[in-house]
């Protein structure tokens, strides 16, 4: 308890936050990725050079398996950031996001207190930074050097937990009662993406930037693919991209990710097949589609039977 | 930023807002600082810019692009002539000479084969300056879209192009198959050039603003299939959204505060540090929130085809807030469509995919209910727990078919609530046709839901704070 003659101090005037650009241009964005192993399309190149050049956060939202995740992983091993990543559950609540007390040590704290020790001593002691476990939310803002703080899949979680990122994310800041306000020392690089399994709150959209990620266009999936397993032959990886295309403008119960076309060109690459023909196809269904349903569906609509 | 630009943009964002986008100041100004950021004289760049700030629903990305292209065009007139471009031919009057569609046909077809985006946009911008042009009136020109696909026609360039990509012993199987999927993609592309090219070239005659305002058009045809302007989904939209939102914090709010879980030893220590580590006040983890199981069963026949736009409208908005929604339909028989409605999806095409694609009409596309009742309970025997809230919309009008009531019966009974809402007028209940007088009692309530209005007071009743 502070003593009642003392004047509550005037609280500090929050220091603002630093936005420290990484990229030079949408280019050098683009090379930088390249180089991380991620190809980047101009969408894609400008929107991230746009949330690290204006500091704000960007919201990446598209169906599953489409590379969100991915993109920022890409961001943090290019710009040499150390990625912390909040994984949203239902559930998830302030504890487990932004910080806690590690009440257990407080607990041995006072036990340990000799009877001689003052009240006020142990009181001021036991609320101080040693007895404070930061979550990731309060790690990434409180970190000196270039962070990229990955907030995945937003929609899983409840609607209070955006009431909670607002703050963060609109201020870089966190108030904690017991020790004041932490401002970012410099701005943290957020990625929030969601499989919009809802639509999220339009006051969390307004301070992001947005970028819808969708599954690429055939020329694109067909660069990654040679990228990424660069033995295939380009005749093959462009049948694989077709055929995967063709299976998600099906109605299915879940669409090949960029990852299983990735998988499929491997594993056809594997059996020593140089060509994607109606009974690889069939025989090899099962690496695309994990559905049994889905699979009948496109035996029938592929005539691969 | 110069003023020019500003003007512009603010001019882009007033047709964005008259588009349905809402766009907040904030997010203008954000769009100012991004623009500033790239390279304004690569368009893409600005186009993506815009789009981070200002679009931040799929659905709307259609409006956003068009719209784009309308106020900020790659070009002005015929442009520049690129490398490659057909030059047309000048009559005696310096205008281009009639061009024989067959040569654009051929290189069309080539483009195509090659599946190179930027030649079949490219095509389709001469495409339109060749034959897109019609004197609507003496002295005024127009352009259309229909004119250039009328001669072009590239569907029929299918055959061609399916002979040049596959050998003649591929054909009829899988490889086929594919092929026609690339094909088809690519001619849309080229269909898509052509409508930008044309917009692009009517707002430079008539004044970007009057073309603005007819680009959200398409998005209006679609929903307009089962009835209501685009002004009354837009007004209905605004009141169901926030509806559903409340429906689904209430759901989860009320359960917190009357219901204490079991002990939550954590908290109960940390609090008890106030107290020199006696446990005076103990602490209760909070029950789980109840997760709000809905089921609606909707009619979707056309005596009710008003309302089940309007139903149909409140299940994709309880879909974007809730996981746990299941929807049925039923004409005469009942189908689920709960996948139809994935968040963000354009309402109007979710709508028409339920019509053609569900499983709906079984006997003569008649509304029966008791044969719904009876294959909701037969098939779905999963759907109905006593979680679950079941919802059924419809005007209870059978065609004097059997009612189903056992049917109905057992589903109340096994649902933890069950609602009907009936859009018509409570005195004609139980006239003619009408079974309502029978399910009115097998259901816990059932009440008159016409208007946005009726439905507000039934969620506030049905959920008293």
Redesign the interface.
């Known amino acids: 308890m502070p003593d009642p003659a003392t004047p509550i101090a005037p609280l500090p005037t929050s220091p603002v936050s630093t936005v420290q650009p990484q990229f030079a ?2 280019a050098d964005v683009r090379e930088r990725l390249g180089t991380a192993g991620y190809l980047a399309d ?2 894609i190149a ?2 991230v ?3 690290d ?2 500091g ?1 956060p960007l ?1 990446i ?1 598209g169906p599953a398996g489409v590379g969100k995740t991915e993109l920022s992983k890409a961001v943090a091993s290019c710009t040499g950031a150390e990625m912390i990543r909040l994984q949203c559950y239902e559930g998830l609540d302030e504890a487990r996001a932004l910080y806690e ?1 590690n ?1 257990k040590k ?2 041995l704290r ?2 340990a207190a000799r009877a001689d020790d003052a009240w006020e001593a142990t009181h001021d002691d ?1 609320f101080s930074e040693e007895f404070l476990l930061a979550r990731p939310l309060l790690s990434a803002i409180r970190r000196d050097g270039a962070t990229v703080l990955l907030v995945d899949e937003v929609d899983k979680a ?2 209070e937990v955006e009431g909670l990122l607002l703050e963060v994310l609109s201020d870089f800041q966190v108030t904690i009662p017991e020790l004041g306000t932490i401002v970012a020392a410099r701005r943290p690089f957020v990625v929030l993406t969601s499989n ?4 999220l709150s ?1 006051a969390l ?2 301070r ?5 990620l ?1 599954y690429p ?3 694109r999936e067909k660069a990654i693919v040679l990228s990424r397993v660069p033995e295939v032959p380009e005749k093959l990886a462009e ?1 694989v991209v ?2 995967v ?2 299976l998600r ?1 099906m ?1 299915l119960k879940k669409a090949p990710s960029i990852a299983e076309t990735i998988d499929w060109a491997t594993t056809l690459l594997a059996l020593g097949l140089d060509t994607l ?2 009974a690889a ?1 069939a025989a090899t269904l099962g690496v695309v589609l994990k559905h049994v349903s889905d699979q009948v569906r496109a035996v029938n ?4 039977s | 930023m110069t003023g020019g630009l500003l003007d512009r943009e603010v001019e882009f964002v007033a047709a964005l807002r008259q588009a349905g986008l ?1 766009v ?1 100041s ?2 203008t100004v ?1 769009a100012t ?2 623009v500033l ?3 304004l004289l ?1 368009r ?2 600005v ?3 815009f ?3 200002l ?2 629903r ?1 659905a709307h ?1 259609r409006s956003f692009d068009a719209l784009f292209d309308l106020y900020f065009p790659a070009r002005i007139g015929d442009g520049a002539p690129a490398e490659g471009d057909l030059a047309p031919e000048l009559d005696e009057n310096g205008d281009p000479a009639q061009v024989d569609p067959r040569l654009l046909r051929e290189l069309l077809q080539q483009a195509l084969l090659d ?1 190179d ?1 930027e030649t079949i946009a490219r095509l389709a911008r001469q495409a339109v300056a060749m034959l897109g042009r019609a004197d609507s009136q003496p002295g005024r020109q127009s352009w259309f879209t229909y004119r250039v696909l009328r001669q072009l026609n590239p569907d029929t360039l299918i055959a061609a192009l399916l002979a040049a990509m596959l050998g003649e012993d591929e054909r ?4 086929e ?3 026609r ?2 094909i088809s ?1 690519r001619i849309r592309q080229f269909e898509q050039a052509v409508e930008a090219e044309v917009r692009r070239r009517l707002a430079e005659d008539r004044g970007v603003d009057q073309i603005a305002k007819n680009v959200v058009k398409p998005l209006a045809e679609q929903v307009d299939f089962l009835r209501a302007s685009r002004d009354d989904l837009a007004e209905l939209r605004r009141q169901v959204y926030p509806l559903a939102r409340r429906l ?2 209430r759901l ?1 709010a009320r359960k917190k505060v009357d219901q204490q879980g079991r002990l939550d030893f ?1 908290r109960t ?2 609090a008890s ?1 106030a107290t ?2 006696v446990p005076l006040v103990t602490h209760h983890k909070p029950k789980k929130p109840h997760k709000p199981e809905l089921v609606v069963l909707c009619d979707v026949s056309g005596s009710v085809s008003s309302f089940a736009h309007f139903t149909l409208m409140l299940v994709s908005a309880l879909r ?4 746990k929604v299941r929807a049925f339909a039923f004409i005469d028989t009942c189908d689920e469509v709960t ?1 139809y409605f ?3 999806l354009d309402l109007g095409s979710a709508m028409a995919r339920v019509v053609r ?1 569900a499983d709906l009409v079984w006997f003569d596309g008649h509304s029966d209910y008791g044969h719904s009742f009876e294959v909701l309970v037969e098939r779905w025997p999963d759907a109905i727990t006593p979680k679950t809230s079941l919802l059924v919309l419809g005007d209870g009008r059978n065609n004097y078919r059997a009612t189903g009531s056992a049917a109905l019966k057992e589903l109340a009974a096994r649902a933890r609530h069950t609602y009907w809402l009936n859009p018509e007028p409570r005195h004609q209940w139980g006239s003619g046709d009408s079974a309502t007088a029978m399910y009115a009692d097998l259901v816990d309530e059932m009440v008159e839901c016409r208007n946005a209005e009726q439905l507000t007071a039934f969620v506030q009743k049905l959920l008293p704070v």
């Open positions: 241009s949408v101009d969408a400008t929107t050079f746009l949330a050049r204006l704000k919201l939202e007390w009440y407080q607990l006072i036990q036991i409840d609607v919009a399994s809802r639509e339009e959209k307004r992001c930037l947005y970028l819808h969708d266009t055939a020329e049948q077709r055929t295309r063709a403008a109605e023909d109606e196809a609509e592929l005539k691969l | 809402a907040s904030a997010e954000d600082r991004a950021a790239v390279d690569d893409e760049s186009r993506a810019a789009a981070a700030a679009c931040k799929p990305r599946g985006p009829g199987g899988f490889a198959k594919i092929a999927q690339t993609e689904a914090t989860t954590r220590v940390r540090l020199g580590g974007e807030q809730f996981s996948r994935t968040p963000g694609e």
